[in-house]
């Protein structure tokens, strides 16, 4: 062998045959062109073909169940609905689908539809738990926020400080109230 020929070519003619292109030679993977899927995954699990056949068989049939519970899902939360639009456009939403409709946010389908924007998100929300039984999984926040940040909303929502805010609020609330109806009087 050439004590000169690059590492990287196989053989000195490759390497001259790249010098004169103006671009690095390519040299495609033909394992990677002629290995079978089970092949690769037999690799990459470190078994043998016959036993990523048999898991490969095994994801497939799970992924089927699993897509056939959640199409019975979204077709049960549409027979259950009193408000077939909201619902057909909240799953859309849901599973990120509301592109497909030319929909740019929840706010247009609610005024296409007549109903208010918090009404949608609900809708969604629901949805989306019902779909993925809570699990971060299917979280879409295209157009919301993310299911993580309801632990946070909530917090807020219990928050002393802001409890104490709001009765202050309510305070200041009732006594301009009494002081307005006592000059009226």
């Given at each position: 062998m050439n004590p000169h020929a690059h590492p990287t070519f196989p053989n000195e003619s490759a390497r001259l045959y790249a010098a004169h292109q103006d671009e690095p030679?390519?040299?495609p993977d033909i394992a990677s062109e002629v290995d079978r899927p089970e092949e690769t995954l037999a690799d990459t699990l470190g078994t043998t073909p016959a036993v990523a056949l048999k898991v490969m068989?095994?994801?497939?049939?799970e992924v089927r169940k699993?897509?056939?519970?959640?199409?019975?899902r979204a077709v049960g939360l549409l027979l259950e609905t009193n408000n077939l639009p909201v619902m057909a456009h909240a799953i859309a939403f849901a599973a990120g689908?509301?592109?497909l409709n030319g929909k740019r946010s929840q706010a247009q389908v609610a005024r296409e539809?007549?109903?208010?924007?918090?009404?949608?998100?609900?809708?969604v929300i629901g949805v989306r738990d019902v779909l993925?039984?809570?699990?971060?999984?299917?979280?879409?926040t295209k157009f919301?926020?993310?299911n993580s940040s309801r632990k946070t909303f909530k917090e807020k929502a219990i928050s002393p400080f802001l409890a104490a805010k709001r009765a202050a609020i309510e305070r200041r609330?009732?006594?301009?109230?009494?002081?307005t109806t006592t000059t009226c009087n």
């Open positions: 030679a390519y040299w068989a095994l994801v497939e049939s699993s897509q056939s519970l959640l199409l019975g689908l509301d592109q539809l007549g109903v208010t924007r918090a009404l949608v998100s609900h809708y993925s039984g809570k699990a971060n999984a299917f979280d879409n919301r926020k993310a609330k009732n006594q301009t109230n009494t002081t």
